[in-house]
């Protein structure tokens, strides 16, 4: 099984593989667990001054912040999916 990776924009690309879940940061819950993880070191915030729209959460308990929907990266990791291994 190779690497394979997603690029949440902006060149930033994180491993597939490592992705847990893809979440919009508007709900409370949310913004503590993106609080918690910067109290303790894990946060990785990749909007570059923008606005943050989807949070990426994954096994490492690291919390990544993007600036791209949500709903356009889970289409990324899909389409991703879907293209055979070479």
Request: hydrophobic share 40%; glycine share 6%; proline share 5%.
């Amino acid at each position: 099984m190779g690497i394979k990776l997603i690029n949440i924009g902006f060149g930033n690309i994180v491993s597939a593989n490592r992705v847990i879940a893809i979440v919009s940061p508007e709900s409370s819950p949310i913004k503590r667990m993106i609080q918690e993880a910067r109290e303790k070191g894990l946060l990785v915030d990749a909007t570059y001054g923008r606005r943050t729209r989807a949070v990426i959460v994954t096994d490492s308990c690291h919390v990544i912040l993007c600036a791209v929907q949500p709903e356009t990266v889970a289409h990324r990791f899909i389409t991703m999916k879907e293209e055979p291994e070479e």
